[in-house]
């Protein structure tokens, strides 16, 4: 039997809960990378195409900061509104170009050198290289400072809106994750652990 043209209108569709408007499944992840091309990350998510992402050179997340224009900050704040996101990824990965300038291995231009220091991690990752920032480094020093580098952004996070208080602390998971491009390999920083460890399985699955 038809439905009468009157009741259709009288009650409007329930949209399922997670979908939007044409029906499609919500991000559940938001991932922050590194515009390096090796770095791929549909490898590291369960379900790409519920991703939400953002990539810049040296995968930086900007300070929370509402009274200037940036579309890394919109970009964040808009998917952290988002309510099935389950998982925000930050990923970084050896032989970073950026990571490299911060320890002055590099030399970059002016601008790039603005946008590495409001990713306030120069300190950081100098520290993690020890006295030896500035002279020859092996890939080792490089990628303790790269991790270095990637938990500052990490912490970063933490003053953007409903982060700063812990709201959504209970149902929703940051990660760092580190991929290393000489041996293919990718870890997970465990705060259990104050550590990296290898990466077992793909976000959201992902238990650490
Ligand atoms: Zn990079």
Redesign the pocket.
């Known amino acids: 039997m038809r439905t009468p043209r009157s009741s259709r209108s009288a009650v409007p569709a329930q949209r399922p809960r997670g979908r939007d408007r044409t029906g499609r499944e919500l991000p559940k992840v938001l991932f922050i990378s590194?515009?390096?091309s090796r770095?791929v990350p549909q490898r590291f998510v369960a379900d790409p195409d519920q991703m939400y992402e953002v990539r810049n050179?040296?995968?930086i997340v900007l300070p929370y900061n509402p009274r200037i224009v940036s579309g890394d900050i919109a970009t964040i704040e808009y998917a952290l509104t988002l309510p099935d996101l389950k998982d925000v990824v930050i990923s970084?990965?050896s032989?970073?170009?950026?990571?490299a300038a911060l320890l002055a291995q590099k030399s970059v231009s002016s601008s790039m050198r603005r946008w590495l220091f409001v990713g306030n991690s120069r300190t950081a990752s100098r520290e993690a290289v020890g006295s030896r920032a500035g002279a020859d480094l092996d890939a080792d020093a490089y990628d303790r400072a790269a991790r270095a580098h990637l938990l500052t952004q990490l912490a970063n996070l933490a003053g953007y809106p409903g982060l700063e208080s812990g709201r959504r602390g209970g149902d929703l998971r940051l990660r760092a994750l580190f991929h290393s491009a000489q041996t293919g390999s990718t870890d997970i920083y465990s705060p259990r652990d104050d550590s990296f460890v290898p990466l077992t399985r793909q976000v959201p699955s992902a238990a650490r």
Do not use: D, K
């Open positions: 590194c515009t390096e770095l050179i040296g995968n970084g990965h032989g970073c170009a950026a990571v």
